[in-house]
C-alpha cells in the first residue's frame, strides 16, 4: 500500500494555492521567495518565520525536548541567508496545552545553542498556554537580518549554464515529518528524527565574502521544488548527480511504498542546501555539484521525471 505526503495529510499542491490567495492580497517585495524585505537607506531589513512543525509529536513522543529550539533556529536563519542577508536578531513563540517549567527550559536550551551557532540574538518571545487550541505545544519565531542593497541575492542573475552545488543536510530537518511519523517506528526511529536541522549561517556568510553567487535555496518543505523559488522565467533545473540519502529516507521511501519523485517533492533526501552560481566558482564552495542551469521549465532528476 503506497502512503503519500497527501495521504498522511499534507497536500503541497493545495498550500501552494493557498499562497497565491495571500500574494494576491497582499503586496509583498520578493514574493515566493524566503524572505521579505524592507528597504532602509543603504540596507534591507529582511524578516522571515517559520517553526518545527510536527516535529514537536516527536519530541513528545521521544520525551526529549533539547534540540527542537535549534530546528526553529535554523528554519529562520536558513531561509534568511538564502537573500545574502546576515541573521541578526530572532523572537520565539512558544504556545503549549498546559505549561511544563522542565520541557520549557529545555526548549529554551535548544534555542540558545541554535542561536549561538547562528551568530543572531534571541531578544524576546511569547508563550502562551491556550489548552482550548494547542495539543501539546507549538514552537515558531521570527527572525531579523540585514543585507547591503547591492549585495542582495534574489536569483535575477541565474543564467544557462550555471551549476547547483548541494550542501548535506543533517537529516530529515524540519519536514515531511507527518508522513515520517505515519510509517516509522518512533521507538527505532525517533531519536533520528529528532536530529537537529544543519545551520548554514556561517558556512554561507563566509562564502559570500569572496565568491559570486547567483541563487540560494533551503530545502525544506516541498524538498527540490524549492528550486524553483529562485529561478528566472525561461529557465529550469537538471539534476544528475544527487547524493545517496540518508537511510531514514531509504526506510521512509520503503514503508510508503513512495516512488523517487513523490520522495523528491517530500524531503530533502539528504541536499540541505543549494548554491548557484558560475561553474567556473562551483571549487569554492565545500558541497557537490548536483546539476546544472538549462533552457525550460521546473525541476528534472536524471532525466527521468519533472517536478
Not at 517559520?50 to 519530541?59: E, F, H, M, N, Q
Not at 541565474?158 to 505515519?182: M, Q, Y
Not at 524531503?267 to 558541497?287: Q, Y
Request: net charge negative; charged share 25%; hydrophobic share 40%.
Amino acid at each position: 500500500m503506497t502512503t503519500t505526503y497527501k495521504d498522511a495529510g499534507v497536500d503541497i499542491n493545495l498550500e501552494e494555492q493557498a499562497i497565491k490567495g495571500i500574494l494576491r492580497q497582499l503586496d509583498m517585495p520578493l514574493a515566493g521567495h524566503f524572505c521579505g524585505l524592507v528597504g532602509f537607506g543603504d540596507y534591507h531589513i529582511a524578516m522571515c518565520c517559520d517553526g518545527i512543525g510536527t516535529k514537536a509529536l516527536v519530541a513528545e513522543a521521544m520525551k526529549k525536548y533539547d534540540t527542537v529550539g535549534i530546528d526553529m533556529v535554523a528554519m529562520n536563519v536558513n531561509d534568511m541567508i538564502c537573500i545574502g542577508a546576515k541573521p541578526m536578531a530572532l523572537v520565539d513563540y512558544l504556545a503549549v496545552e498546559k505549561i511544563d517549567p522542565k520541557m520549557v527550559e529545555e526548549i529554551a536550551k535548544g534555542i540558545a545553542k541554535g542561536a549561538k551557532e547562528a551568530d543572531v540574538s534571541v531578544i524576546g518571545g511569547e508563550t502562551a498556554t491556550m489548552p482550548e487550541v494547542v495539543k501539546g505545544f507549538d514552537l515558531s519565531g521570527s527572525c531579523m537580518g540585514i543585507v547591503d542593497k547591492d549585495k542582495l541575492i534574489t536569483g535575477e542573475e541565474i543564467k544557462e549554464g550555471d551549476v547547483v552545488v548541494a550542501l548535506p543536510s543533517s537529516g530529515i530537518h524540519s519536514n515531511g515529518l507527518t508522513l515520517a511519523r505515519k510509517v516509522l517506528d518512533m521507538k527505532r526511529w525517533g531519536d533520528e528524527l529528532l536530529k537537529p536541522t544543519k545551520i548554514y549561517v556561517r558556512e554561507i556568510l563566509g562564502l559570500l565574502e569572496h565568491v559570486k553567487v547567483h541563487g540560494m535555496v533551503n530545502i525544506t518543505g516541498g524538498g527540490m521544488l524549492n528550486l524553483k523559488r529562485v529561478l528566472p522565467k525561461g529557465l529550469g533545473i537538471s539534476l544528475e548527480k544527487l547524493p545517496k540519502p540518508q537511510k531514514v529516507f531509504l526506510e521512509i521511501q520503503k514503508k510508503a511504498n513512495l516512488d523517487d519523485e513523490e520522495m523528491y517533492k517530500t524531503f530533502n533526501m539528504g541536499v540541505g542546501f543549494c548554491i548557484i552560481l558560475d561553474e567556473k566558482d562551483a571549487g569554492s564552495v565545500n558541497g557537490k555539484v548536483i546539476g546544472r542551469v538549462v533552457c525550460g521549465e521546473g525541476v528534472n532528476i536524471e532525466k527521468s521525471f519533472v517536478l
